[in-house]
T-cell receptor
Framework: DAKTTQPPSMDCAEGRAANLPCNHS???????VYWYRQIHSQGPQYIIH???NNETNEMASLIITEDRKSSTLILPHATLRDTAVYYC????????????FGSGTQLTVLP | DAGVIQSPRHEVTEMGQEVTLRCKPI?????LFWYRQTMMRGLELLIY????????DSGMPEDRFSAKMPNASFSTLKIQPSEPRDSAVYFC?????????????FGSGTQLSVL
């Protein structure tokens, strides 16, 4: 699976958009980008995933650059409850190896 | 749906004792995963099952660790004997077989402290 690079921490003001970047310059053509988050004392929670088109769901939007070497997770109106560690993962769906979580980005939403 | 259910929520034990962690996956999910999380190593996959059969246990740290899935609705992770370095949060996750196995549903975890 392609290696990902994320900033270790970010702050965001409550009500503003949180933009979390992820670099995956070695991503291959059949690898998808997945995002999970982990709120303190809870298990990781799936957020969104995509291949090359931008994706949006009720939780977030995922913007993948045209060359697919980087992506951005956008939380449009961050709340205090969005404070969590956010993990960016790239992999081929259904491959034998399972999800590997890196160190992620600690997002702190400030009041 | 109640989600993935893990028990106990917290476990404190003494070195050398046997520890059993339990997991009930979401009904209808055929793949089950055990993860361990520590500050030093982050989230690590220990083992996963498809249709109650262990597929990959390469993440199990040593022979003191064992996992079973006797049926589709129950799995255990056992540590015998336990050691202080086993202290961690242990998560169970499940997903429907045939799914991409990327959208995992995690339980709330078991916080294990070995004194």
């Amino acid at each position: 699976d392609a290696k990902t690079t994320q900033p270790p921490s970010m702050d965001c003001a409550e009500g503003r958009a949180a933009n979390l970047p992820c670099n995956h310059s070695t991503i291959s053509g059949n690898e998808y980008v997945y995002w999970y988050r982990q709120i303190h004392s809870q298990g990781p929670q799936y957020i969104i995933h995509g291949l090359k088109n931008n994706e949006t769901n009720e939780m977030a939007s995922l913007i993948i650059t045209e060359d697919r070497k980087s992506s951005t997770l956008i939380l449009p109106h961050a709340t205090l409850r969005d404070t969590a560690v956010y993990y960016c993962i790239v992999r081929v769906p259904g491959s034998a190896r399972q999800l590997t979580f890196g160190s992620g980005t600690q997002l702190t939403v400030l009041p | 749906d109640a989600g993935v259910i893990q028990s106990p929520r917290h476990e404190v034990t003494e070195m050398g004792q046997e520890v059993t962690l339990r997991c009930k996956p979401i009904s209808g999910h055929n793949s089950l995963f055990w993860y361990r999380q520590t500050m030093m190593r982050g989230l690590e996959l220990l083992i996963y099952f498809n249709n109650n059969v262990p597929i990959d246990d390469s993440g199990m740290p040593e022979d003191r660790f064992s996992a079973k899935m006797p049926n589709a609705s129950f799995s255990t992770l056992k540590i015998q004997p336990s050691e202080p370095r086993d202290s961690a949060v242990y998560f169970c996750a499940s997903t429907p077989l045939g799914h991409t196995n990327e959208k995992l549903f995690f339980g709330s975890g078991t916080q294990l402290s070995v004194l």
